[in-house]
């Protein structure tokens, strides 16, 4: 039998602002499912005060580098900072609230194998505070706002691996090369948005983003303080730059998700939402009708 494939260099990327037990768990779980002899994790102090920068400094270097920042930065500004910094061919970007299982990174690294085309390959995220998954995939409602596919699921459609428009960024996988050649995240949006606008950015240069179905992590949703302050912000930035381009290159295929998202979002509730269930069959079966 010939020995395993050994990991390409990896640079795990973790942005991090308080939530020390969140950092713990998430941490644990990357050593215990990663070789790290192949890579290095580096992890970007936003300014944390619970004992978080004290925890840090006592990690190992190698594989751990550790960037304390000097005054506040966004998530987009914390994440470019250590792309450029990082040594490895591909970057995995990590929020400190993701808990990790056995096989999750293997199955993303496939993808790269089988997709030359690939940008970013993410996976399957299930809120533990629910019980439901939180993300399959990234869709885009009527007027271009961008929806998680998936949320509130209590079971996966999807086998195998699945092309999407865009992918969060929660837990991910992309070259280097690709992600420094777009220029990394757009600095402007702040804690919101910028991994759907990355991903729309590299899709009209040709790329394509998949979800590795069989990786399957926790996802502490919205965990880190303060995480929707902008939101207003960052979807009026990302509509004025995307909602046009979005909603005219829609296609039957997009509309047939949007409607089996809400479908299958209100599946176990028929009673509550007859009138929209009704509406999403018929866009499931004539979507070329229905706008």
């Known amino acids: 039998m010939s ?41 970007v102090d936003d300014l944390s005060t619970d004992g978080t920068r004290e925890y840090l400094a006592a990690l190992p270097a190698p594989p751990f580098r550790i960037i304390l920042n000097e005054a506040k930065h966004s998530y987009a500004a914390n994440n470019n900072a250590a792309a450029a910094a990082a040594s490895g061919e591909f970057l995995c970007l990590l929020n400190n609230d993701t808990v990790l299982s056995p096989g999750w990174l293997e199955a993303l690294l496939r993808a790269f194998h089988r ?82 606008d990355l991903c729309l950015r590299l899709g009209q240069g040709g790329y394509q983003h998949y979800v590795a179905n069989q990786s399957v992590i926790d996802h502490y949703v919205s965990s880190s303080e303060g995480r929707h302050a902008f939101t207003p912000q960052n979807t009026e930035r990302l509509l004025q730059q995307w909602k046009s381009r979005v909603q005219g290159t829609r296609t039957n295929h997009d509309r047939r998700l949007l409607a089996l998202n809400y479908l299958l ?25 229905t706008g």
Not at 10 to 37: E, H, M, W, Y
Not at 271 to 282: G, S
Request: hydrophobic residues 40%; glycine residues 8%; contains cysteine.
């Open 115 to 196: 997709f030359p085309n690939a940008g970013l390959v993410g996976n399957v995220q299930r809120n533990p505070r629910t019980g439901c998954y939180d993300h399959m995939g990234i869709i885009f409602a009527d007027d271009g706002t961008p929806l998680h596919f998936g949320w509130d699921f209590r079971f996966r459609p999807f086998r195998g691996y699945t092309r999407w428009r865009a992918v969060t960024a929660a837990c991910c996988l992309i070259r280097r090369k690709v992600f420094l050649d777009a220029g990394g995240f757009d600095e402007q949006y702040i804690n919101g948005g910028e991994d759907v």
């Open 3 to 43: 020995a395993a494939r050994p990991h390409p260099h990896i640079s795990f990327i973790i942005p991090v602002f308080n939530g020390l037990r969140l950092t713990k768990a998430c941490l644990d779980s990357l050593r215990q499912t990663t070789d790290l002899s192949a890579g290095e994790v580096i992890i």
């Open 265 to 289: 979002s209100h599946i176990s509730e028929p009673w509550r939402y007859r009138r929209k269930l009704r509406k999403a069959l018929f866009r499931l079966t004539l979507p070329q009708l």
